[in-house]
């Protein structure tokens, strides 16, 4: 593998390490040149269906995507990123179970608000008031209510 510091082609792994879910690996690696140390992740590449958005267009489904809306949402939240790859996985888990070639956005965004509600109320509350397109205190107030129920 190149190294990421010297573009060196000689590295060696100093250690591996299996997920708890046995779905990626994560090594540490050295370059034989520089001796600089860096993390590479290994995960099997599946194929994740279309996302059919609210227009009719399909687009490619985006890891990153998710994760900044999750980043977005838990931002300044007491959340570990641990605990956001989790939630993460298990969307992707649910939309790879679907066995479906599309997916609407909009069920990708209510598994997005279910995980969200799980890991921080005030994050699911910020989610939500974009996704449900809030328009007046009202529709938060309805919100919160139903959090606090």
Known sequence: MKCPFCSHLETQVIETRVFEDAASIRRRRQC?????????????DVSFPAV???????VEYGHDKLLASFKLALRKR????GRIDSAIERIEEKLLNLGLREVPSSRIGELVMRELKKLDKVAYIRF????RSFEGIDDFRALVDEVRK
């Open 32 to 44: 034989a040149a520089c001796s600089k140390r860096f993390t590479t992740y290994e995960r099997s």
């Open 52 to 58: 059919v958005k609210k227009d009719g267009r399909r």
């Open 78 to 81: 007491p959340v570990s990123t």
């Open 128 to 131: 939500a008031s974009v996704y």
